[in-house]
């Protein structure tokens, strides 16, 4: 994996941190707090959309902006389909698009719903 960094939430803010200590202190202070698990949305009794601050960079592109943050589905016929995002902004905006995405198909496979 390219990028290595560490980073927390504060707000809205990343902020990158140095310390491998204060970081993992921090993620252990904050495994389900709204710090870490920004939206959480039920679609089906099966099925859910989370979206959460994963606080390391999982890009593996060189150049590219670090990918901070998960969007995945549990669950259901789309479990562990996964979208990443480098930004709070981008990931809100793709927790949206994935929930309105499921709710429209859901709508036109089982009419009522």
Known sequence: MIG????????????????????????????????????FTKIADEMKVVTTFVGFNLQTEQGQPPLLFETKIEGGWF???????????????????????LRGYFRLVLPGS
């Open 4 to 39: 290595q960094s560490l980073y927390i939430l504060q707000g809205r803010n990343v902020i990158p941190v140095s310390d491998k200590t204060f970081w993992v202190t921090w993620m252990l202070q904050n495994p389900v707090s709204p710090n870490r698990v920004l939206s």
């Open 79 to 101: 479990d562990q389909y996964l979208k990443r995002s480098s930004t709070y902004e981008q990931a809100e905006a793709e927790h949206d698009r994935i929930v309105t995405r």
